[in-house]
T-cell receptor, first 113, second 114 residues
Framework: GAGVSQSPSNKVTEKGKDVELRCDPI?????LYWYRQSLGQGLEFLIY????????KSGLPSDRFSAERTGGSVSTLTIQRTQQEDSAVYLC???????????FGDGTRLSIL | KQEVTQIPAALSVPEGENLVLNCSFT??????LQWFRQDPGKGLTSLLL?????REQTSGRLNASLDKSSGRSTLYIAASQPGDSATYLC?????????????FGKGTRLHILP
């Protein structure tokens, strides 16, 4: 596609529910990144994929968070048993390869009631 | 641990003025530094990228400088316009992190008064 696409754009859910966020990177981009942006905070790195592999999962805040990427393209970020502190904007970015400039999607705004 | 700080957190200036946004980082061993723009409800748009060997980059009315030794970068916006209103983020890529992570500041919210 022309840019990085994320869905849904907004998600409101109850505490304790599981949520799945989707990212469609730019076609041909092998590197994919997930970030979290909380109110008043900077962007927090979550996880990085090179192809379908995630060599760096160090940013995932807890074992409730997981991510996968299939076919070297679409990625999903799953949050299990959501908590109110998970409320944030989740941004996805892709790049041609590791180290190249990243292109960002518009994010998914997640609100946990 | 690399930390990126942006001051001020918010700035309002009249249209037409020139302005400077500041970014500082604690570890001078960076691979590059990037300035982004973020509009409300949107993702990030890359404005300028300065490699560690460079001292400045220019694009239109924007000029970014880098002083690695002092851990500072500035983004200069000339002849500001209301359309420049946005949050400006500074980020560094740390070579020790295998270049996979970008470390962001919290941003400066810029409002240009018409």
């Amino acid at each position: 596609g022309a840019g990085v696409s994320q869905s849904p754009s907004n998600k409101v859910t109850e505490k304790g529910k599981d949520v799945e966020l989707r990212c469609d990177p730019i076609s041909g981009h092998t590197a994919l990144y997930w970030y979290r942006q909380s109110l008043g905070q900077g962007l927090e790195f979550l996880i990085y994929f090179q192809g379908n592999s995630a060599p760096d999962k160090s940013g995932l805040p807890s074992d409730r968070f997981s991510a996968e990427r299939t076919g070297g393209s679409v990625s999903t970020l799953t949050i299990q048993r959501t908590q109110q502190e998970d409320s944030a904007v989740y941004l996805c970015a892709s790049s041609l390869s590791q180290g190249w400039p990243q292109h960002f999607g518009d994010g998914t705004r997640l609100s946990i009631l | 641990k690399q930390e990126v700080t942006q001051i001020p957190a918010a700035l309002s200036v009249p249209e037409g003025e020139n302005l400077v946004l500041n970014c500082s980082f604690t570890d001078s061993a960076i691979y590059n530094l990037q300035w982004f723009r973020q509009d409300p409800g949107k993702g990030l748009t890359s404005l300028l990228l300065i490699q560690s060997s460079q001292r400045e980059q220019t694009s239109g009315r924007l000029n970014a400088s880098l002083d690695k030794s002092s851990g500072r970068s500035t983004l200069y916006i000339a002849a500001s316009q209301p359309g420049d209103s946005a949050t400006y983020l500074c980020a560094v890529r740390d070579p020790l992190l295998d270049m996979t992570k970008i470390i962001f500041g919290k941003g400066t919210r810029l409002h240009i008064l018409p």
